[in-house]
């Protein structure tokens, strides 16, 4: 009997993980809130503090959008999807070294979103001083680069999308297997 009721606990945990997991989204953002804000005149919101050009940004997606949207490089659903798969290790210790692959994956990927994020903060800046200064040149190169780093976002988010269906996939088949 009380096998039957740790037994009965242990899949009714793993089901609110697979349900949590799954209300999780994967968009492709291309990373909008890296841009630099503009005025209606169409040039760059800035300011200037002690010689440093300061450029007003694109607003985040809303606080509920982000705590749902995995890959938000502005957000801890991350962080927070990464403890969940170890929540799963500990209830299903006998499979960990699969979700353990899942996870190092998962935060690889996450790394590179970041990396990626981070990277297109930059060139939006420089791409703002391009069109303050008038670099015409330059600023084609630096969209040629721009339109580089939301192809790899993209590619990213596909990875990520993946990783997610495979964890979903990975619960589902253990789930079965009790039902």
């Known amino acids: 009997m009380i096998g039957n009721f740790i037994l009965v606990n242990l899949i009714s945990d793993i089901q609110s993980i697979y349900e949590n997991i799954e209300q999780l989204q994967v968009v492709k953002c291309g990373m909008f ?3 630099v804000a503009i005025n209606p005149d169409g040039t760059p919101k800035y300011s200037t503090m002690d010689s440093v050009t300061v450029f007003d940004r694109l607003p985040l997606c809303t606080h509920e959008l982000r705590n749902v949207r995995l890959g938000c490089a502005h957000s801890g659903v991350n962080v927070k999807f990464e403890s969940t798969l170890d929540k799963l290790i500990a209830l299903m210790p006998h499979k960990s070294e699969i ?10 990927t996450i790394t590179k979103i970041y990396t990626t994020d981070h990277q297109m903060g930059h060139l939006e800046h420089q791409l703002g001083h391009c069109q303050i200064d008038g670099l015409m040149h330059e600023r084609a190169k630096l969209e040629e680069s721009k339109a580089l780093l939301k192809e790899k976002h993209d590619g990213l988010m596909n990875q990520l999308k993946q990783l997610k269906t495979d964890i979903e996939l990975f619960i589902k088949n253990e789930l079965n297997k009790h039902h």
Not at 99 to 108: E, G, V, W
């Open 33 to 35: 809130h890296e841009g």
């Open 99 to 108: 979700i353990s692959s899942l996870k190092t994956s998962f935060s690889a």
